[in-house]
């Protein structure tokens, strides 16, 4: 189906499920006002107002960014590189409160009519954070602890892929998290015991999986002698390193490895212990069927606030579930004419079942396969990349690296994703695959997935917008789901219209991406708000994607963990589509791709309203001359 045709299709299917209100209303709906250029308003009177407002959001952001060390670590600042968050439940409080009095004083200080159409955005997203993080704070015992990503790999992580160490004063803030620690992880496990207080348990999977990571975090040295654990290996790396560059004399090195080890064991240690005690005492209260969140205490009112936090929309349970089965059948019909293209006989599910099986669609399960499979994603986003010109003004400067996920949070069939780099080129971003089970990783999707997590997909997406200079600072790193993940998806497809996916079985990977993100659609509010079990989840999804068993698994627990969030994919993507649409309909000739591109990315990630409303002043700006 021509592009034009698949845009035209889907804002009709959209419009049709969503009841498309008219934009102002859901933008106020929203609580988003707007932004309208005030009559009157002198340009460069707009544009110094705009700049102070803009130094004014870059004081408060920073302030902000305190609250959380890990952050601007992750983010390449190393002010205060050896502090670890506070994360109890009294910080968290602390910190809406100063969210409340920073936007009461934004708006006893500021005139939103003062400002240029960037400052109206900037101070319609302060205002929208807040009203976002009200809207959570009643359900905030009902995100579950140590689920999937949870802070017992979350901290490794960071302590592994984030703090660099290029002096002994960086080697001492190391040392000072890993003392932190046991503090740190204390505090989520109070968070945990105060939820199971509430009534509110992570399923079954996700005590088996946490306490599984914790096992492999806490295993080698200097924990116990069968090899090294992970984080032993990075201290004694970068310990290394230093010592090798002359930074630090080799009697300073062992000092540290020491003083490092001293603390993994009497700081580090004990707190995962204390931890995997609790996940295994309370784990037998755990039901052994999972259910979804309107079984938890307020559990209906909790999942309509994350899909509108996810889809930044007012989109009910039933019209997303409609809007799934809707895009599921569209999807399958396509299938439908490659299965015929490449001469296939038998059903759509046969079909499925092949892919799955037929050993020509994996590498093997060997460290060779695995390279393989990593070389053919760098081949394919080079190729990527010469084609990124034609289709975009505004290009990534970041670099890019495909990497295999580490072992000690490595999951079956688990989600790539994208880790982003740092601003100034420092880190490149990263793009993460699971290789544990090579059968989950289809190489006929590879290309598929490297559209969407490298170029011109997440790494596209997220560099352009810490590279941004026109904007204050928390918008070049604050994001929406629904934009992101939205963009993600637009950019598999996109991938067609650039030249990819030549080979018929890789455009089947494009619809198999595809038509995932629609059965999110449906597996998720089947899930969450008509109490689906994870085998009913799993048999939907089998029966309409051709995805193999062991990721179908993995991604089912994973909706399971974190309500709403799979279903924003879909959402953005088709949202975004339908702006498109919208201006290739009201522009027609004058309609250029490059230009629309780069209105879309060129304000960094917006709630779904506000883009809407951005587009339409592109579409009359060109209109205009």
Same mark, same amino acid.
């Given at each position: ?12 299917? %959209? +419009? ?47 302030? *902000? ?16 590189? /050896? ?35 960037? !400052? ?11 009203? $976002? ?18 802070? &017992? ?16 004063? @960086? ?15 204390? &505090? ?16 079954? =999977?996700? #005590? ?33 390193? +230093? ?10 090195? @062992? ?16 707190? #995962? ?75 759509? &599910? ?57 072992? =000690? $949070?490595?999951?079956? !069939? ?9 601003? @100034? ?40 917008? &810490? ?15 629904? %934009? ?7 950019? *598999?497809?996109? /991938?067609?219209?650039?030249?990819? #996916? ?11 991406? *595809? ?5 999110? +659609? ?8 008509? !109490? ?26 994973? #909706? ?13 993507? +088709? ?51």
């Amino acid at each position: 189906m021509p592009i034009r045709s698949i845009l035209s299709f889907l804002m009709s299917v %959209f +419009l049709l499920v969503a009841c498309g209100e008219a934009p102002v209303v859901q933008e106020r709906a929203a609580g988003i006002a707007t932004p309208i250029a005030s009559a009157g308003t002198d340009a460069v009177d707009a544009e110094e107002a705009t700049r102070e407002f803009h130094a004014w959001l870059d004081e408060e952001f920073s302030v *902000e960014l305190d609250f959380s060390p890990l952050s601007k670590t992750r983010l390449g600042d190393k002010s205060n590189y /050896g502090d670890l968050d506070d994360v109890s439940e009294a910080a968290l409080d602390r910190q809406l409160s100063w969210r409340r009095d920073s936007v009461s004083r934004m708006q006893a200080t500021f005139d939103r009519d003062a400002l240029n159409e960037e !400052g109206k955005i900037s101070w319609d997203l302060w205002e929208f954070m807040l009203e $976002r993080e009200e809207a959570s704070q009643p359900y905030r015992r009902h995100r579950y602890i140590f689920g999937r990503n949870g802070p &017992q790999t979350g901290l490794p992580n960071s302590l592994i892929n984030y703090q660099d160490v290029d002096s002994v004063a @960086d080697m001492e803030a190391y040392i000072s998290r890993l003392n932190q620690s046991n503090r740190y992880m204390g &505090q989520y496990l109070e968070r945990a015991k105060l939820s199971v207080a509430d009534g509110i348990r992570a399923p079954h =999977f996700d #005590y088996d999986q946490a306490i599984s990571e914790i096992q492999r975090v806490t295993s080698g040295t200097p924990f116990s002698a069968e090899g090294d654990s992970a984080i032993w290996a990075d201290i004694t790396s970068k310990l290394d390193a +230093l010592a090798d560059e002359g930074v630090v004399s080799a009697s300073g090195r @062992d000092a540290l490895e020491g003083r490092a080890r001293d603390a993994l064991l009497t700081q580090f240690k004990p707190a #995962y212990d204390e931890i995997l005690i609790w996940l295994q005492s309370d784990r037998g209260d755990v039901p052994e069927v999972a259910t979804g969140a309107s079984a938890l205490p307020s559990g209906e009112d909790y999942y309509a606030e994350r899909l509108r936090n996810m889809t930044t929309l007012d989109m009910t349970a039933d019209e997303i579930h409609g809007l799934g089965l809707s895009e599921v059948a569209r999807i399958q019909s396509e299938m439908e004419a490659i299965k015929r293209q490449v001469g296939f006989e038998g059903s759509l &599910q046969s079909f499925f079942n092949f892919m799955r099986e037929d050993d020509q669609f994996y590498y093997s399960n060997t460290d060779q396969g695995r390279a393989d499979y990593l070389a053919l994603a760098d081949e394919i986003l080079a190729d990527m990349y010469t084609r990124l010109p034609d289709f975009f003004g505004i290009l990534p400067k970041a670099g890019l690296q495909v990497r295999r996920v580490e072992a =000690f $949070r490595e999951v079956p !069939g688990g989600a790539a994703h994208y880790a982003r780099g740092t601003a @100034d080129g420092s880190r490149p971003g990263t793009f993460y695959a699971h290789l544990i089970d090579m059968r989950a990783v289809a190489i006929n999707r590879l290309e598929n997935l490297s559209y969407h997590e490298g170029v011109p997909g997440h790494h596209m997406q997220i560099s352009i917008q &810490q590279e941004l200079e026109n904007v204050p600072r928390f918008r070049t790193i604050r994001g929406y789901t629904a %934009f992101s993940e939205g963009w993600g998806l637009y950019a *598999e497809l996109l /991938g067609k219209e650039m030249g990819g #996916y030549q080979d018929p079985y890789a455009d089947m990977g494009r619809l198999s991406g *595809e038509i995932w993100r629609a059965v999110r +659609l449906v597996v998720d509010t089947g899930i969450h708000d008509q !109490g689906w079990t994870q085998e009913q989840a799993v048999a939907y999804a089998l029966a309409n994607s051709p995805r193999p068993e062991s990721s179908v698994r993995s991604e089912v627990r994973r #909706y399971f963990n974190n309500p709403g969030q799979a279903t924003a994919y879909k959402i953005g993507m +088709l949202k975004i589509l339908e702006y498109r649409a919208m201006a290739e309909e009201e522009l027609g000739s004058d309609f250029d791709i490059k230009a629309f591109h780069d209105t879309v990315l060129g304000s960094g990630a917006l709630p779904m309203p506000v883009m809407q409303a951005k587009i339409e002043r592109w579409i009359e700006s060109v209109k205009q001359g």
